[in-house]
C-alpha cells in the first residue's frame, strides 16, 4: 500500500493545510498527517495535543485521512516513514519561495531513509498567501478567520488569542 504522509507543525492546520491533504486523499491509498516539530519554528501557540485536536477535526469525514504524530512530535520524519511499506511525503508548494526549503528537506529524508519519495503538490491559488504564522497573526488582531481555517476550529484559535494579547 502507498501512504501519503503530510508532515507539518500545523502550528495551527489551514485550509491550506486541508487543501492539499484532501487532494492527496485523491490520489493514495491512505493520508497520515503527522504533526511535528520544525526545529527552526520557537514558541508554538499550541500544545501537541491542541494541534491534534484541531486536525483531526479538519479531516473529519475523509475515511482514509488519519492524523497522528511521532515520539511524542520529537522524531525525525524520515524514522517515522520507516513503518509504511510505500511512504510518500506530500508537501505543497504555495510559491517558488518554499522551493528550497522543501527540496532540501526532500534532500536529508532521502538521504536519511533511501525509501522515502517525496511529491509535491503546488497550493490551489486561493491559498497561496496563506500559512498558520498569517493565521496566528490575524487572530491576535481579533481579525475574522473564516475562509482561513476549518469552521470547527476557529473557536479554539480565538480563545488561545486572546490569552496570548
Ligand atoms: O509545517 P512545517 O513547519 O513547514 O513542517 C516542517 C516539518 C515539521 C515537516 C519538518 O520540520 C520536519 O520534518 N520535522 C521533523 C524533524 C525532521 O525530520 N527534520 C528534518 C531532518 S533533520
Known amino acids: 500500500m502507498t501512504t501519503a504522509i503530510c508532515p507539518g507543525s500545523f502550528d495551527p492546520i489551514t485550509l491550506g493545510h486541508v487543501d492539499i491533504i484532501c487532494r492527496a486523499a485523491e490520489i493514495f491509498d491512505e493520508v497520515v498527517v503527522c504533526v511535528m516539530h520544525n526545529a527552526a519554528k520557537k514558541s508554538p501557540m499550541f500544545t501537541l495535543e491542541e494541534k491534534l485536536s484541531m486536525a483531526r477535526r479538519a479531516v473529519e469525514g475523509y475515511k482514509n485521512v488519519r492524523v497522528d504524530s511521532y ?28 522551493f528550497d526549503y522543501e527540496f532540501q528537506m526532500n534532500m536529508i529524508n532521502k538521504c536519511l531513509n533511501p525509501a522515502v519519495e517525496t511529491m509535491f ?31 470547527a476550529i476557529i473557536p479554539d484559535i480565538e480563545e488561545k488569542a486572546k490569552q496570548w494579547r
Open 71 to 98: 515520539d511524542t512530535c520529537d522524531g525525525l520524519l524520515a524514522e517515522y516513514a520507516k513503518r509504511f511499506e510505500h511512504p510518500v511525503v506530500v508537501k505543497g508548494l504555495r510559491a517558488a519561495s518554499d
Open 121 to 151: 503538490l503546488t497550493a490551489s491559488e486561493r491559498y497561496t498567501f496563506l500559512s498558520s504564522s498569517i493565521v496566528r497573526e490575524v487572530a491576535q488582531y481579533g481579525a475574522e478567520l473564516k475562509g482561513l481555517v476549518p469552521d
